[in-house]
């Protein structure tokens, strides 16, 4: 089953916020896989459209729960350029070496701030 049909389901009416949040994951899929092939790396075609959209949660969600922990802000950009690592990740050691490492990096940013070369700016539109 699709991440899109897990998320929404068949037997619910569909509602505008539904539709622009299919539309914002259609968008970040697109915005990776063009910048993926513009670049030479991952995320390629082993991992699957619901994976991006996975992992792409997975990480905006830790860091942004763990920024407002600190009482700071994260900008998106900076963001995106994080997930664009972590599918580098994902694709050379699997889910779990993925989850390991994403504890390890919210860890360090919490005691130590934002790795300096996580500050890059990547638009995904």
Do not use: W
């Not at 701030?113 to 539109?125: A, I, M, P, S, T």
């Amino acid at each position: 089953m699709s991440f899109f049909k897990k998320l929404f389901g068949s037997s619910k009416p569909r509602t505008l916020y539904d539709e622009a949040k299919e539309t914002a994951g259609k968008a970040v899929i697109y915005g990776y896989r063009r910048i993926a092939k513009e670049r030479g790396c991952a995320p390629t075609q082993k991992t699957s459209d619901d994976k991006i959209i996975e992992i792409y949660s997975k990480i905006v969600s830790a860091y942004h729960k763990a920024a407002q922990m600190k009482n700071e802000h994260i900008p998106a950009v900076y963001l995106n350029f994080i997930a664009l690592k972590f599918y580098q990740v994902y694709e050379l050691a699997g889910d779990a070496f993925l989850d390991e490492h994403l504890e390890y990096e919210i860890n360090l940013y919490k005691t130590s701030g934002l790795r300096e070369d996580y500050k890059q700016e990547l638009k995904l539109f």
